[in-house]
């Protein structure tokens, strides 16, 4: 079973940045689009930011400009570089990645846990 393990989140006020990272749990063998959501209290689930394993992003248009996904390969890492935050981005944060494990031949969807990002104006 492969697990993702977010981390970077916390508390920052506005006007500040956080980097989030996103990895698997262990070795895989190969992971394709990896991405960003968030969920809001009260509200549904949005995307942030998506990214291939080419490097190709993608970002929702409110999101765009201030933050930046990237990602290492060989870490099997993601990470989302949020700059200029408001207190409208506070949320909790989930990564998201199409991944194939070694021995399987489909490729399965995972989700992280989620971490939190509370921004006070």
């Known amino acids: 079973q492969v697990q993702l393990v977010e981390s970077g989140g916390g508390l920052v006020e506005a006007g500040g940045s956080l980097r989030l990272s996103c990895v698997t749990s262990?070795?895989?063998?190969?992971?394709?689009?990896m991405g960003w959501y968030r969920q809001a209290p009260g509200k549904q689930r949005e995307l942030v930011a998506t990214?291939?394993?080419?490097?190709?992003?993608t970002y929702s248009g409110s999101m765009k400009g201030r933050f930046t996904i990237s990602r290492d390969n060989a870490k099997n890492t993601v990470y989302l570089q949020m700059n200029s935050l408001k207190p409208e981005d506070t949320a909790v944060y989930y990564c998201d990645a199409e991944v194939r494990v070694y021995g399987f031949s489909l490729w399965s969807e995972y989700w992280g846990q989620g971490t939190q990002v509370t921004v006070s104006s």
């Open positions: 990214i291939t394993s080419g490097g190709s992003a």
């Open positions: 262990r070795r895989v063998y190969s992971i394709n689009a």
